[in-house]
Each structure stands twice: as structure tokens, then as C-alpha cells.
């Protein structure tokens, strides 16, 4: 029970980590259909030359939401979601569901960056196609994978200074973490992710089932190359 504790704490670290001045905003997004507000700003991306170029980023989930605002980055689109989005991104255009963004929405933007993840990339990359918009998709599947996004996220927005912040501030969570984990029996666990209507089961190749494996826990779903799978009650 305390290394699935102990877990739980470090997936929630995104929410705490970085600018520890400003913690995560406890208002939803008022205005959902207005893109004119402070927030929506453009941010500047360094060029080759040391010139300034516009950028105009969507972002679709609310975890790529969580890290561009701790890198201090502007949004013109953010998802549409029940959770609480920083404040930073208060009045920004919402673009609907992670799963299913509203393409015409997202295109009106004319944004220069629009960001999935790759556990949605086989259903969106065919629909980002189709409406001729230019999606990236991070890999936020493990932490390593989500300490690498994030370093490039830096670099390419010319926030290394905050990126490399957020990176050093999980590794020292982890450490602390795998210290009070040392010599616990390892328990067996199974970790369910609740969906409308159902649930499903988290691999070892997703990101909580990544933590479970770092900090000694089983997973009981072995051997599959999926992050989720579809939950059996039997």
C-alpha cells in the first residue's frame, strides 16, 4: 500500500513542480469562447538566426496544458476538460476533447504548433491529416520519455532554463521516493483507470504503470505492448 501511495504522489509531482511562486491555478476557464486575453498571447520561438518567430500553440490534453505552463509558455487553444486548467490559460479558446478536438475550432486558430500525445496518435494522426493540420505528437508514456518531451519543449521555445527546473525537480522527487521505498517487499498491483462506462487497465508501458515498475512494484499485466487494455471482469 505505501509504495502505491508513495506513487500516486510522484504522478501527481507535474502539479507541483517547477515555479514554486506560482502554484497550479484553482480557477476553471472563464470565457471558453474568446482567444483575445493575456493568455492567449503569442510566444516567440528563437530561429536560427537569433530572430524572434511567432508561435501560436494548441495544446489538446490537459498534461501537455500542466507542462507548458510550467514552462511558462502561451497557449491560443487548450482541451476542453472538467479538470482545472492553470490560470495562466484563463480565457483561452477551448478546442474540446483530447480524444476528439473539434479540427475547424483548432484550424481558425491558425496555430503554428499543435500538440497530442502518442497514446492518442493512431485515432488523430488520420484526422489531423484529413483537415491539413500539422500535429505533433509527445511521448509522454514514461518518465524518461516525459523528462526528454519536456527538455525539447525547452529547446524549442527557448525555455531551456525552466525545462531543465522541472526535469532536475522529478529526479530529486524520484530519489526521495525510491529512498523510502528501499527494502519494501514488492507488492503485486494492478492499477484501473476509470473511462465512461468502464475501465481500463494500465500496462507497464503506460506512465503510472512506468512509476509503479521504478519504485519495485509487479504489475500483474505482463508481456502486453500496449499501455491500456480493455478491462475483463471475469
Do not use: W
Amino acid at each position: 500500500f505505501s509504495l502505491v501511495a508513495l506513487a500516486i504522489v510522484l504522478v501527481l509531482a507535474l502539479s507541483g513542480c517547477g515555479n514554486k511562486e506560482e502554484p497550479p491555478g484553482s480557477v476553471s476557464p472563464a470565457h471558453a469562447d474568446s482567444a483575445e486575453s493575456p493568455s492567449s498571447d503569442r510566444s516567440s520561438t528563437p530561429d536560427q538566426d537569433g530572430a524572434e518567430e511567432e508561435s501560436r500553440i494548441v495544446s489538446t490534453t490537459v498534461a501537455i496544458t500542466q507542462i507548458l505552463d510550467k514552462l511558462e509558455i502561451d497557449l491560443v487553444g487548450i482541451p476542453t476538460s472538467v479538470k482545472t486548467l492553470p490560470e495562466r490559460y484563463d480565457g483561452v479558446t477551448k478546442v474540446g476533447n483530447p480524444m476528439s478536438p473539434d479540427m475547424e475550432l483548432v484550424k481558425s486558430l491558425n496555430p503554428t504548433e499543435v500538440l497530442s500525445v502518442t497514446t492518442l496518435q493512431y485515432d488523430l494522426e488520420p484526422v489531423f491529416e484529413n483537415a491539413k493540420i500539422s500535429a505533433s505528437f509527445l511521448d509522454l508514456t514514461s518518465l524518461d520519455s516525459m523528462q526528454s518531451e519536456i527538455l525539447r519543449l525547452g529547446q524549442t521555445f527557448g525555455k531551456q532554463k525552466q525545462a531543465e527546473a522541472i526535469v532536475k525537480d522529478y529526479e530529486e522527487r524520484l530519489h526521495l521516493i525510491k529512498s523510502k521505498t528501499e527494502g519494501m517487499d514488492q507488492p503485486t498491483v494492478l492499477i484501473l483507470m476509470g473511462v465512461p462506462g468502464s475501465y481500463l487497465v494500465a500496462t507497464e508501458h503506460s506512465y503510472i504503470g512506468d512509476l509503479v515498475r521504478l519504485l519495485g512494484g509487479v504489475n500483474i499485466v505482463q508481456g502486453e505492448s500496449v499501455e491500456y487494455l480493455a478491462s475483463n471482469t471475469e
